[in-house]
Nanobody, 121 residues
Framework: VQLVESGGGLVQAGGSLRLSCVAS????????MGWFRQAPGKEREFVAR????????YYAESVKGRFTISRDAARVTVYLQMNSLKPEDTAVYYC???????????????WGQGTQVTVSS
């Protein structure tokens, strides 16, 4: 599966952005999808995941209540609505397919190229 993210940009603290991830190739309905992010000098970290069959979601504590992951009815696009953004949310955001947790550590099987999100104070 190929993933292409869009929607990143520069926003002031307290603002909102919506990221999109369009999948091509194998149908997204085969995989749980998710978002990760990587800030400069830090490891990539899990942000959110959505499962297709149960349509259940899971979030990192740092974004819970501010971010919402969703997908379109056609199961082609995954979104990440980000509200009440903080400077510490600044990172490159990556879409991932087949997001799973192994021993409490999240990982993905396929990755997009990433989209930059910068939150100014």
């Amino acid at each position: 599966v190929q993933l292409v993210e869009s929607g990143g940009g520069l926003v002031q603290a307290g603002g909102s952005l919506r990221l999109s991830c369009v999948a091509s190739g194998r149908t997204m309905s085969d995989y749980p999808m998710g978002w990760f992010r990587q800030a400069p000098g830090k490891e990539r970290e899990f942000v959110a995941r959505i499962t297709w069959s149960a349509d259940s979601t899971y979030y990192a504590e740092s974004v819970k209540g501010r971010f919402t992951i969703s997908r379109d009815a056609a199961r082609v696009t995954v979104y990440l609505q980000m509200n009440s953004l903080k400077p510490e949310d600044t990172a490159v955001y990556y879409c991932a397919a087949n997001v799973q947790s192994f021993g409490g550590r999240w990982s993905g099987g396929s990755w997009g190229q990433g989209t930059q999100v910068t939150v100014s104070s």
